[in-house]
C-alpha cells in the first residue's frame, strides 16, 4: 500500500457520478431496468398499504427489498468498474454466487456499525449519568441532537467499511481490516461521497411527500428517487476505484 493515501474530493465524486450515470445512461438502464421495476413496485406498495400489511409481510417487503438491492448494486457497480456494456435491453439479471456474497456482508456491515454504535451509545450514557447530567438528554429539544449525532456516527463507519462491498461485486474481496486501511485518512471524505447523496434525497423527499401530494406525483417521486439510487452506488464505485488504484492488487485483492 502506497505510504500516502490519495486524497478524495467528495463534491467531484458526486459530479462525476451524476455525469457518468448520464453518458452511460443506456448502459445502466439495460443493466439496471429489472431491479428498478421491482423496487419501485415495492417501494409504492409498502408505501400505499403500510397500515394495512400484516408484520409479516412487512418483513417480507424488507427482505425482498434487500435482494433486489443487491442485484441493483452490483449490476451498477460492475458497469462502472468493469466497464459493462449489457447486451440486450431485456435481459434478466440472474442471482448468483457474487449476488448471494455481496448480500451477506451488506448484512453483516449492517450489524457491526449497528452493534458499535449501541456498544458506543451505552458507554457514553453511562459516561453521563456518572456525572448525575441526564437533564439535557431527558428534554424533548435534545432528540434531534442525538438522532444527528447517531446518524454521523453511521455513515463514518459504514463509509470506512463499505469498499468491501465494490470489491465483491467484481469478485475481488476485500477483508474488513484491507477495506478500513485502504480508507484510513479518507473516513470523512468518503462518508460525505457515501452518504450526502441520501441524506439530501431524504431531506427532499420529505419536502415533497406530504397530503397534498397526489398518487402520480407519487410515483413520479418514487421513480425518480429510485433511478438516483444508480448515482449513489456509483459515487462508492468511483471513491473504490480511485482509492483501489493507489495500492497493490495483491495486498488488497483477493480473486476467487
Known amino acids: 500500500m ?5 486524497q478524495l474530493r467528495p463534491i467531484k465524486i458526486i ?3 451524476f455525469a457518468l450515470v448520464w453518458i452511460r445512461r443506456t448502459d445502466f438502464f439495460h443493466a439496471l431496468w429489472v431491479p428498478f421495476l421491482f423496487i419501485v ?3 409504492l406498495t409498502w408505501d400505499f398499504l403500510a397500515g394495512k400489511l400484516s408484520p409479516s409481510f412487512r418483513w417480507l417487503s424488507v427482505f425482498t427489498y434487500s435482494f433486489l438491492f443487491t442485484f441493483f448494486a452490483v449490476n451498477c457497480h460492475r458497469v462502472v468498474l468493469l466497464n459493462i456494456e449489457p447486451v440486450g435491453t431485456w435481459a434478466v439479471p440472474k442471482w448468483s454466487r457474487r449476488e448471494t456474497k455481496f448480500l451477506c456482508w451488506g448484512i453483516i456491515i449492517w450489524l457491526i456499525v449497528v452493534s458499535l454504535i449501541f456498544f458506543s451509545t451505552a458507554v457514553a450514557l453511562m459516561f453521563v449519568e456518572s456525572f448525575h447530567n441526564t437533564q439535557f438528554l431527558n ?3 435534545a432528540s434531534p441532537y442525538i438522532q444527528m449525532a447517531v446518524s454521523l ?4 463507519l459504514f463509509a470506512r467499511i463499505s469498499l468491501v462491498l465494490p470489491s465483491i461485486a467484481v469478485d475481488k474481496q476485500l477483508r474488513l481490516k484491507e477495506s478500513l486501511l485502504m480508507s484510513k485518512g479518507n473516513g470523512w471524505r468518503l462518508m460525505v461521497s457515501v452518504s450526502l447523496m441520501p441524506w439530501l434525497l431524504k431531506a427532499i423527499a420529505d419536502n415533497l411527500f406530504n397530503n397534498d ?3 402520480f406525483e407519487y410515483v413520479l417521486y418514487t421513480s425518480i428517487f429510485t433511478a438516483l439510487l444508480a ?7 468511483i471513491s473504490y476505484r480511485e ?3 493507489q495500492t497493490t492488487e495483491s495486498e488488497f485483492s483477493k480473486p476467487e
Open 213 to 215: 401530494t397526489n398518487t
Open 15 to 17: 459530479f462525476d457520478a
Open 153 to 156: 456516527i453511521y455513515c463514518y
Open 243 to 245: 482509492l483501489v488504484t
Open 231 to 237: 448515482v449513489e452506488v456509483v459515487a462508492l464505485s
Open 2 to 6: 502506497s505510504n500516502t493515501a490519495p
Open 139 to 141: 428534554q424533548p429539544s
Open 41 to 43: 413496485v415495492n417501494t
